[in-house]
Nanobody, 122 residues
Framework: QVQLVESGGGLVQAGGSLNVSCAAS????????MGWFRQAPGKEREFVGV????????LYANSVKGRFTISRDNAKNTVYLQMNSLKPEDTAVYYC???????????????WGQGTQVTVSS
């Protein structure tokens, strides 16, 4: 399994931006599809987006499309989630995950980070 650690969360005002990072260990990072998920208190974990192994392709949930951007740097074993035009409803714990294929299903992913809190104030 790939070990993942998220960082970069924090408090930001509505309309602001935040960049969250996910650092991976191991030599199999480049072979993994990397997904981002989030979970707000009292709600189920939901899909945010996914990036392909090479970083050439991305897919986003409709709720974040046009505002969030996923990128990866395989040389640094790191995937990023750039969040712009943040809204209070974006408040959640954000998780990165590694999996063997292109998917928006959380059950597909094998490795998960501990998550990082993102809070957007009104």
């Amino acid at each position: 399994q790939v070990q993942l650690v998220e960082s970069g969360g924090g408090l930001v005002q509505a309309g602001g931006s935040l960049n969250v990072s996910c650092a991976a260990s191991g030599r199999t990072f480049s072979s993994s599809f990397m997904g981002w998920f989030r979970q707000a208190p009292g709600k189920e974990r939901e899909f945010v987006g996914v990036i392909s192994r090479s970083g050439a392709s991305t897919l986003y949930a409709n709720s974040v499309k046009g505002r969030f951007t996923i990128s990866r740097d395989n040389a640094k074993n790191t995937v990023y989630l750039q969040m712009n035009s943040l809204k209070p409803e974006d408040t959640a714990v954000y998780y990165c995950a590694a999996g063997p294929r292109w998917s928006s299903d959380q059950g597909t992913y094998d490795s998960w980070g501990q998550g990082t809190q993102v809070t957007v104030s009104s």
